[in-house]
């Protein structure tokens, strides 16, 4: 049983460069949630998916993109980057609403040159 | 609106002394409150969790912690520090779909 899997672990990119970050869940996990951690800042919601087919934007969406093709993916694009993103991304997921705890990949560490 | 806030950006304790980190939240409903601890270059793992049943709550590594609602408060303690509880830590309020993080606070430990 993995988890949450997260990749990849660690990116570089240029200016103005696109990627996608996926993230796999094999818990069956309707919740899934896309964060950017910085220092200071603590942990903030960039977009979230409460099932399949569904997304909506978080705290911080500007600049992002998701998709949630697949129940078991949750996927993060970043269109054109800019060196604002450089950050640690953690995915998350949860079977239900806000009475469970979370369960969290690893982070995929980007860096935006 | 909810929110939670951290008191403390940073605490040192030394080894073998009991550990206090504070959260206060607002919420205009009753929260689920949780706190996570993340090690370095690691994710985040759950420590403890309260979901309106026992107001004082338990979880691993010797961590509990108490939800008082006339404080709006949710600190989490341990009677005796150890080494490898240096990490961060994060208080989290959660109400429907979104979950809120506070901005964490980092323990030291001091031999």
């Known amino acids: 049983n993995a988890g949450v899997t997260q990749t990849p672990k660690f990116r570089v990119l240029k200016t103005g460069q696109s990627m996608t970050l996926l993230c796999a869940q094999d818990?069956?996990?309707?919740?899934m949630y896309w964060y950017r951690q910085d220092p200071g800042m603590g942990l903030r919601l960039i977009h979230y998916?409460?099932?399949?087919?569904?997304?909506a934007k978080g705290e911080v969406p500007d600049g992002y993109n998701v998709s949630r093709l697949k129940k078991q993916n949750f996927l993060l694009g970043l269109e054109s980057a800019a060196p604002s993103q450089t950050s640690v991304y953690f995915c998350?997921?949860?079977?239900?609403?806000?009475?469970?705890?979370?369960?969290f990949g690893s982070g995929t560490r980007l860096t935006v040159v | 609106a909810q929110s939670v806030t951290q008191l403390d950006s940073h605490v040192s304790v030394s080894e073998g002394t009991p550990v206090l980190l504070r959260c206060n939240y607002s919420?205009?409903?009753?929260?689920?409150l949780f706190w996570y601890v993340q090690h370095p270059n690691k994710g985040l793992q759950l420590l403890l969790k309260?979901?309106?049943?026992?107001?004082l709550v338990k979880g691993i590594n010797g961590f509990e912690a108490e939800f008082k609602k006339s404080e709006t408060s949710f600190h989490l303690t341990k009677p005796s520090a150890h080494m490898s509880d240096a990490a961060e830590y994060f208080c989290?309020?959660?109400?429907?779909?979104?979950?809120?993080f506070g901005k964490g606070t980092r323990l030291h430990i001091l031999p």
């Open positions: 998916s409460v099932g399949e087919g569904t997304t």
């Open positions: 998350a997921s949860s079977l239900h609403r806000d009475r469970v705890g979370y369960t």
């Open positions: 989290v309020v959660t109400r429907d779909d979104k979950i809120i």
């Open positions: 309260y979901t309106s049943a026992a107001t």
């Open positions: 919420s205009s409903y009753s929260p689920s």
């Open positions: 818990m069956n996990h309707e919740y």
